[in-house]
């Protein structure tokens, strides 16, 4: 397969002979990147940050959603910069490989996340993280672009579908490892395999908690590299760096100004996006959060909990992906976002003796089994539905966009995409510190989620699929 060089603006760009591990490998970079988010952002190492690193879970959900605040604010400013010098350079994986190298170090610095850190080291710690967050967002600027040149327009859901749903299992296989082999119960000593861990690591230290970091880091190193050997890149001429930053930026700055002139439809999308990506990703920052704080979940049931996630999330995905090409991605993202919302309302409707807000039940009893209280099994209920709907959402906007963007600014767009998934990403983070903070409630301040879910359904309902 070879993309012919572009003849007109919507023509495929010029890439290398596609080989027949060029797919396989792009998928595969799911795959390696999903433990940060699994692993790192949302499962493992997010309560335990907040729950042992600070050891206050007001002050720690507080410092964790400011610095998914500024973290997001950075995404939000670099990435359609450095997208739209990587339309003018005509490479994409250079990007990729620096976001990569630098990732890679900041996750294994998550390893000095000892219990009950100073304020000094807590606060280098935010960094190494937002480092590592940063990283990851920009590179999925780029490896999303590549799909326009990978596959026809008519395969382009079923790719990013299955992307996603591989990158789920790639979480749940990361979690199993650390569960299964690495992290004990702090109550008996056993991995949820009932062995001992495979590592002599300091219990009171939390070492296999913070082994999540350079876990997450090897895996990446190793499941990444195929993208670099086989994925091909963009042709042509190469540019000087300075020269193509100068006209990368021009061009940016052209396409901002006639966005809305022309490009209404996507400017619309990107800002239904703008706002339901944003409600979205705080599900997953402070839902595990939440489940920690009312039911007292340690590290397996935490991990536990993200697989259950993973798995309906990759179930999600993959089955999204085959109705995206069929009826279109704007109407899976109508239907899935329906669907979330009604979640979200069931997961804040639960507290340590309520479910549905006003029914009294019985508060989980220490030391009972594995989520045994009628609270823990409604609440995994609507984390499944979540975990159905969570994966179409993401896999459906980016192929979506591939079908409005010009594939000459492919990259550009995807840049602008991020943007639009980011520029309010430290909003909701936010205003969920915020209101936690002011209400002393997490239960209040995680609520404002549905706002921003809402005003994207919204706004979507404006969005034509071409």
Known sequence: MEASSPSDKNAHPQTHKIGPFAVPSWILFDWAAQPFYTLITTFLFAPYFVNVVVGNEVAGQTIWGYSLSIAGLCVAILSPILASVADVSGRRKPWIFAFFVLQMIAMTALWFAAPDSSSSLIMLLCIAFIISYICAECSIVFTNAMMAYLVPENQVGRLSGTGFAIGYLGGVMSLLIMLGLIIPDPKTGMTLLSIEPIFSLDLLMREADRLVGPFSALWYLIFGLPLFLFTPDLTGPRKPLFKAASEGLAMLKGTLQNLWRDHRNITIFFFARLFYIDGLTSVFAFGAIYATTIFAWGSIEQGLFGIILAIFGAIGAFIGGRFDDAIGPRRVLLI???????????????????????????????GSGLFSSPGEQLYLAFAILVGLVFGP??????????????????????????????????????????????????????????????????????????
């Open 393 to 466: 959402i993401y896999a459906s906007s980016r192929s979506l966009l591939v079908r409005l963007a010009p594939k000459d600014q492919m990259t550009e767009f995807f840049g602008l995409f991020a943007f639009s998934g980011k520029v309010t990403s430290f909003l909701s983070p936010f205003v969920i510190g915020t209101v936690t903070y002011l209400s002393s409630s997490q239960q209040i301040g995680i609520s404002m989620v549905l706002v921003f879910l809402t005003l994207g359904f919204v706004l979507l309902l404006w969005v034509k699929d071409r």
């Open 336 to 366: 899935t976002l329906c669907g979330l919302t009604l979640a979200v309302i069931g997961i804040i409707s639960i507290d340590k003796n309520h479910i549905f807000f006003v029914f009294d039940i019985p508060a989980k009893e220490v």
